[in-house]
């Protein structure tokens, strides 16, 4: 059968560069999506089906207009994963304000606008996944997270809101929920006691996090599943992580 075109946001790094990989190799026609276009190039796929398109996913925009060019050549998105997003650890009480924007806009307003754009083709064939990438902070709390916790409970609450409304169209909206994972994500954080927290916890579980690739392999168990079968959420960290 002829493979559906498969959307993954925030593609050039971490968990979104594995599921490319994962799904590349399975055949599927891919359109990876990501600021930093020249990283998605350097991934190693093979590009014959591999559309790139530098898109910021707060520009719902600039997004759809990427989806559209894609469905043009491959026909009809039949799974988006929104990965695309950012945590920037702080105490609440000095944090930067900013911050907390940008996070609000990346891991929620990006979701939601991959969401809107589409979830109306996928509910029209009665067929489509969104799989869409929260944490384990969007379910417990964590010191120093609380901006991104509220950011990620948020992803978690509009996603089985929306899965409840598309569900009489046979489309599927899924959670994949990881506990800590080596990837570029604390690069970005600016506080520096708050990233010496983090570091400090992860040694005292022995210095072992997730391999980003267990979780690509959860986002392709979750879509390889038959599609009137929806795996609602897969929370899935390191066994040594403790919380
Ligand atoms: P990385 O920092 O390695 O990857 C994040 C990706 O998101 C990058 O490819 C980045 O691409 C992209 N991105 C960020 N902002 C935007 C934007 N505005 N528009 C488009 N793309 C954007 O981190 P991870 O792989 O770890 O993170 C992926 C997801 O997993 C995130 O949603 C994160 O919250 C979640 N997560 C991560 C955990 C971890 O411990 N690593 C644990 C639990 C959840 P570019 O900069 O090129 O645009």
Do not use: C
């Not at 498969?6 to 599927?28: D, H, P, R, W, Y």
């Amino acid at each position: 059968m002829e493979k559906s075109l498969v959307v993954i946001t925030g593609a050039s790094s971490g968990f979104s560069a594995e599921i490319a990989k994962l799904f590349n190799q399975a055949g599927f026609p891919l359109l990876l999506l990501g600021r930093r276009v020249e990283k998605i190039e350097a991934l190693p796929l093979n590009f014959d089906n591999v559309m790139i398109e530098k898109v910021d996913v707060t520009d719902q925009k600039v997004f759809a207009a990427s989806i559209k060019k894609a469905e043009a050549v491959y026909g009809p998105v039949d799974l988006l994963v929104n990965n695309a997003g950012v945590m920037l650890l702080g105490n609440v009480l000095t944090q930067d304000p900013a911050e907390w924007q940008t996070m609000m806009n990346t891991n929620v307003m990006g979701v939601l606008n991959g969401m809107q754009i589409v979830l109306p083709g996928m509910k029209e064939r009665n067929h489509g996944t969104v799989i869409n990438m929260s944490s384990l902070a969007g379910k417990k709390t964590f010191t120093n997270h609380a901006a991104y916790v509220a950011s990620k409970f948020g992803v978690h609450g509009l996603s089985e809101t929306i899965r409840e409304e598309v569900s009489g169209s046979n489309v599927r909206v899924s959670l994949v929920a990881p506990g800590a994972a080596e990837t570029e994500l604390l690069t970005h954080v600016t506080d520096q006691s708050a990233l010496t927290d983090y570091e400090a916890w992860k040694e005292s579980m022995g210095g072992i996090t997730l391999n980003p690739v267990h979780v690509a392999e959860s986002v392709k168990f979750i879509y390889d599943m038959p599609q009137e079968v929806n795996i609602r959420e897969i929370d899935i960290a390191a066994t040594a992580q403790d919380a």
